[in-house]
């Protein structure tokens, strides 16, 4: 059964789906009307992402159920390893999955990330050290690596 609750967070309203035991979808949304249909677990996500937000977690311990194509959930897999307060480029993450080539396909998985923040997209930044792009914009890209204690202005 799934199930969709919403999260007021430092960078917008956040949406979150669940499906059975596991999470398939944490994205932004302009929805207003916060209608939760809460469970032990969306209720246990967001705990854990008020633990995030007030600087108390660093790890997510959640299930995931992800749909996407075998470079995207590879992608996504790699993500998932950066540390909190840490960053990669787009480049080494292709490296990381095999194909040192693939740094705007890192891009476009980055883009397609279904569970922001749990999949630490906002983690990845250009080979230069600048921030672009992030699904959710710049400027919550930046939110979130403060919270990480990164500075980015």
């Given at each position: ?38 469970n ?19 790890v ?89 204690n990164?500075?980015?202005?």
């Open positions: 059964m799934q199930n969709k609750s919403y999260y007021i967070s430092p960078i917008g309203i956040l949406e979150i789906i669940t499906k059975d035991d596991a999470l398939i979808s944490l994205k932004t949304s302009k929805n207003k009307a916060l209608k939760n249909e809460e032990e677990l969306t209720l246990d996500i967001k705990k854990q992402l008020d633990e995030y937000f007030n600087r108390k977690r660093t997510f311990d959640i299930k995931l159920n992800l749909k996407g194509t075998d470079f995207r959930l590879k992608v996504w897999d790699e993500l998932q390893k950066i540390p909190f307060g840490k960053t990669r480029s787009y480049k080494d993450i292709a490296e990381a999955v095999g194909n040192k080539n693939a740094s705007r396909a890192v891009g476009g998985a980055c883009n397609k990330n279904p569970v922001l923040i749990i999949i630490p997209c906002h983690r990845v930044i250009s080979k230069s050290g600048n921030l672009t792009g992030f699904a959710c914009g710049t400027e919550a890209k930046k939110k979130l690596l403060n919270i990480e990164l500075s980015y202005t």
